[in-house]
């Protein structure tokens, strides 16, 4: 059986046999399981994938172990569960995992009919297609009558459709499950591009057989803000998930990093304070502990950390960070004030 | 006691607790039954109701009329993104239903041939089929497609440089594509003349087989029928000025247009299916061939009919009553096998009711249908097969 039958099969299950009044308290099923379940992609480089020594490497992979140092105040107290796009939606809706850290793109359908919350965005991405060079093609404008292979189960389908719709061009897709396949299946020629979100295809394109024979067009044809994602119906899990998010953004603004933590808790700034529970409150209201913020920065570090630690100049991917930078430098990282 | 008048009998028979009659004591116990049954399943559809609006998940069938916003791949009627997701559905049933005749055809035919060469008295024919059963049989399905599917995008050329064996045939890692006859109205004309020649060919069948019971004289009916068969049409192909235009696929931009495309996800597919399935229908041939008596084949051989009359007359008839019931398995096993596609990118129904899982979240809907249209198929060929089962069977005196 494919392992999407799996999961659809287990939502299934979980439909029909859970008992419909305790919904709510995903905070106390996490804390007496004693460890995080969360979701990850497990096979895109920079976001989710094990390293050679099997440790867990990627920047959705550190925003869900910011997630675990907030409620237990260890982020090693995660576990991960590699899921392909088709499987995600089910495994969240079906409870196999608590939150999702998987490159997934906030929609309002997501929202509405599939019954889940997406906490605030950890990456500002755009999709873009990745062609070989030696087809000499310059613009997706040019791609008319193209193959073109696609991840199913994704926005990424529904964009393509449209982008060609809307240009009157006629395409055929390959849609194939897992994502290594897929890569295997375009980087031998099976497709004359790739299409995912640019975050995804630089990915790709790192790990290609060479690199250099291949370049991103020049259009994003569409928004793609990721973000972790949660069930619908359990507020205070959200907001735990959503403030996380918030907090690591937060500490970049306040300069606050996995360094120099220790010494910001002498801050006499009362927002510091409060923000990393020298003055108590703010974790209480979430149910955690104050420290919480604390733990987050100290043991995974704030978001421009993160970033440069997974996708940043300094790695394979070299992403800038654009859209991905602090509002106060011309980004869209911005946080709620936390008082 | 033998002697009690029957009036004592139903006298004391009254006296019986009814619970204790076995007839009325079975009605109760499958009352019972069923009213459990009844619990849990108002348990069970009360239960996910109220998790799906807890959820605020949505329900209902409304999603089939809803533009589908996805491309599918390959499709025997028309379609885009701007459909629904009820005839996104279609094309998605329809391309199982594709892969499953053609590989069912080609699977029979297959099958028999390597049965047959089998039980061959050639050394080296029957080693190579034993051979060919051995390593199909036991070697799982999925693999195999990966395999062929990773042969034709790893071996096969670009289209740009694809291979070109015949005029009008390009082999690429796109597919097969073949030139094919340009559309001309002596098509419709010729198709009714081969379903003419179908009917005529199944009447002198009838004739030719009463005239042999009666007089015993042979017709070379194999030859004629045959004849009939290409000739009808040919003649009409004639008489319509012989129409020769061919649509031939040409290289333009990325791809080919024009002829007939097989994608490389539908050869991997219906490859990878025939290939391990006609191992097995081969199994069933040889056992079925088999378990005809040597004694009745000798017999026939005795009474001086020929190798093809034994074939036809004696053995078939007798080994077909013990393969056909094992051989609709196997064509059911192909048709569910075909749900594999999805590992290797061929749009069938799973892959297409997949996505609509997917991108409307209805998992319940969609699991529903997926198998709501395996059991219609597999319902379908099994009464098929079944009605073909009874014809075949031997009639005993």
């Known amino acids: 059986m494919s392992s999407l039958s799996r999961f659809t099969l287990s939502v299934l299950l979980v439909l029909l046999t859970t008992s419909g009044s305790a919904g709510a308290a995903t905070l106390e099923e996490v804390r007496a399981r004693g460890y995080l379940v969360a979701g990850v992609n497990g096979g895109v480089f920079g976001f989710s994938m094990p390293d050679k020594d099997g440790?867990?490497?990627?920047?959705?992979?550190?925003?869900?172990?910011?997630?675990a140092a907030a409620v237990f105040g260890d982020a090693g107290k995660i576990k991960f569960t590699a899921l392909t796009a088709v499987q995600r939606l089910p495994a969240l809706q079906s409870k196999e995992i608590d939150v999702l850290c998987r490159n997934t793109t906030q929609t309002l359908t997501r929202e509405t009919t599939n019954g889940l919350s997406f906490a605030h965005v950890n990456f500002?991405?755009?999709?873009?297609?990745?062609?070989?060079?030696?087809?000499?093609?310059?613009?997706?404008?040019?791609?008319?009558?193209?193959?073109?292979?696609?991840?199913?189960?994704?926005?990424?389908?529904?964009?393509?459709a449209d982008f060609f719709r809307k240009n009157k061009m006629a395409w055929k897709p390959v849609v194939i499950e897992q994502v290594s396949e897929l890569g295997k299946a375009f980087f031998a020629g099976r497709c004359d591009c790739l299409t995912s979100d640019t975050s995804q295809l630089a990915a790709h394109r790192s790990v290609a057989p060479n690199p250099d024979d291949y370049i991103l067009l020049p259009e994003i044809i569409s928004k793609e803000p990721l973000a972790p994602v949660v069930r619908h119906g359990d507020d205070q899990w959200y907001d735990i998930v959503?403030?996380?998010?918030?907090?690591?953004?937060?500490?970049?603004?306040?300069?606050?990093?996995?360094?120099?933590?220790?010494e910001m808790l002498k801050s006499k700034d009362p927002q510091i304070q409060r923000f990393l529970g020298v003055t108590p409150g703010l974790g209480q209201s979430l149910g955690l502990n104050d420290r919480w913020a604390y733990h987050i920065i100290k043991q995974v570090g704030n978001y421009g950390e993160i970033f440069d630690r997974n996708v940043g100049p300094g790695t394979p991917l070299a992403l800038p960070r654009g859209l991905n930078d602090l509002w106060t430098n011309g980004g869209l990282m911005y946080a709620a004030p936390f008082r | 006691m033998p002697d009690r008048p029957p009036a004592a009998n139903q006298a004391q028979a009254g006296r019986t607790a009814f619970?204790?009659?076995?007839?009325?004591?079975?009605?109760?116990?499958?009352?019972?039954?069923?009213?459990l049954l009844g619990l849990l399943a108002y348990y069970l559809i009360s239960n996910t109701l109220t998790n799906l609006e807890r959820q605020s998940i949505a329900t209902g069938w409304g999603f089939l009329d809803k533009e589908a916003a996805f491309e599918v791949g390959e499709s025997v009627i028309p379609y885009s993104a701007a459909d629904t997701y009820g005839r996104a559905l279609i094309v998605g049933a329809l391309n199982t239903l594709k892969v499953a005749l053609i590989g069912m055809a080609m699977t029979l035919v297959l099958g028999t041939l390597i049965g047959v060469a089998r039980l061959s008295t050639n050394w080296l024919v029957s080693k190579l089929a034993a051979g060919y059963i051995e390593l199909m049989q036991n070697i799982p399905v999925l693999l195999q497609l990966f395999f062929w599917y990773a042969i034709f995008y790893e071996a096969l050329p670009s289209p740009r440089e694809a291979l070109h064996p015949l005029r009008g045939l390009f082999l690429c890692n796109r597919g097969v594509v073949f030139a094919v006859p340009q559309p001309h109205p002596a098509h419709k004309y010729m198709l009714a003349a081969l379903f003419a020649g179908v009917v005529l060919v199944?009447?002198?069948?009838?004739?030719?087989?009463?005239r042999q019971a009666r007089s015993g004289r042979g017709f070379p009916l194999g030859t004629v029928g045959a004849g009939i068969l290409v000739g009808l049409p040919a003649l009409v192909w004639l008489a319509f000025g012989a129409p020769r235009g061919m649509n031939v696929p040409e290289l333009a931009g990325f791809n080919f247009?024009?002829?007939?495309?097989?994608?490389?996800?539908?050869?991997?597919?219906?490859?990878?299916?025939?290939?391990?399935?006609?191992?097995f229908v081969a199994e069933i041939v040889r056992a079925g061939i088999q378990a005809v008596g040597k004694g009745q084949q000798e017999a026939a051989l005795s009474i001086g009919l020929r190798r093809r009359q034994?074939?036809?007359?004696?053995?078939?008839?007798?080994?077909?009553?013990?393969?056909?019931?094992?051989?609709?398995?196997?064509?059911?096993?192909?048709?569910?096998?075909?749900?594999?596609?999805?590992?290797?990118?061929?749009?069938?129904?799973?892959?297409?009711?997949?996505?609509?899982?997917?991108?409307?979240?209805?998992?319940?809907?969609?699991v529903a249908l997926i198998m709501l249209v395996y059991l219609m198929f597999s319902l379908t060929t099994s009464a098929f097969m079944n009605w073909y089962n009874r014809k075949t069977r031997l009639i005993e005196r």
């Open chain 1, 55 to 67: 440790t867990w490497r990627g920047l959705d992979v550190d925003t869900a172990r910011a997630v």
């Open chain 1, 124 to 160: 500002y991405d755009g999709q873009g297609f990745l062609i070989a060079k030696k087809l000499g093609v310059k613009s997706a404008k040019e791609l008319s009558g193209a193959t073109v292979c696609v991840l199913p189960g994704t926005t990424t389908e529904l964009n393509a």
């Open chain 1, 242 to 262: 959503n403030w996380t998010v918030m907090a690591l953004i937060q500490a970049e603004e306040f300069g606050i990093t996995s360094a120099n933590v220790d």
């Open chain 2, 19 to 35: 619970w204790l009659e076995p007839g009325k004591r079975a009605i109760l116990y499958q009352g019972a039954l069923l009213c």
């Open chain 2, 202 to 210: 199944y009447l002198l069948q009838r004739w030719v087989r009463a």
């Open chain 2, 257 to 279: 247009q024009g002829g007939v495309t097989w994608s490389p996800e539908f050869i991997a597919l219906l490859l990878g299916l025939v290939l391990y399935t006609a191992a």
């Open chain 2, 310 to 366: 034994v074939l036809h007359l004696v053995i078939l008839p007798q080994a077909l009553r013990v393969i056909i019931p094992p051989l609709t398995s196997q064509m059911l096993n192909l048709t569910k096998n075909s749900s594999l596609a999805v590992a290797i990118g061929f749009p069938d129904f799973v892959s297409v009711a997949n996505t609509t899982i997917n991108q409307t979240g209805q998992a319940i809907e969609g």
